[in-house]
């Protein structure tokens, strides 16, 4: 049984991985873009807390809350950029991460 938890486990967090890189691909796409420092400043991360596996991505650079924050108005350089991209990225990319997350953990 214990063995069966880990595979479980493995296999939920390598799903969680695969569904942050969909999401964050398609932020990516939405990220406004002058200097590229927000773009590569992104990050993801997956870890354990408890039973759940818990999956984050995010900005490390200082400006991306006010870049994200539909409330903060400004303009973009890119065509592609929108407010709330990370937001609007993981929207965009739920039917595909939705299938890899049903896919990891089948057995």
């Known amino acids: 049984m214990p063995q069966f938890v880990t595979r479980t486990e493995q296999r939920g967090a390598r799903g969680v991985a695969q569904a942050l890189v969909l999401g964050a ?6 990220t406004p873009i002058d200097t590229s420092n927000l773009l590569n400043s992104q990050y993801r991360d997956v870890s354990k807390h408890g039973k759940a596996i818990v999956g984050r991505v995010g900005y490390t650079a200082e400006h991306a809350l006010p870049v994200h924050d539909p409330e903060h108005k400004q303009q973009f350089r890119r065509a592609t950029a929108k407010k709330e991209f990370l937001k609007k990225g ?8 939705r299938g890899v997350i049903t896919g990891a953990i089948r057995v």
């Open 25 to 30: 691909a398609e932020a990516s796409v939405m």
């Open 90 to 97: 993981f929207e965009k990319a739920e039917p595909n991460i």
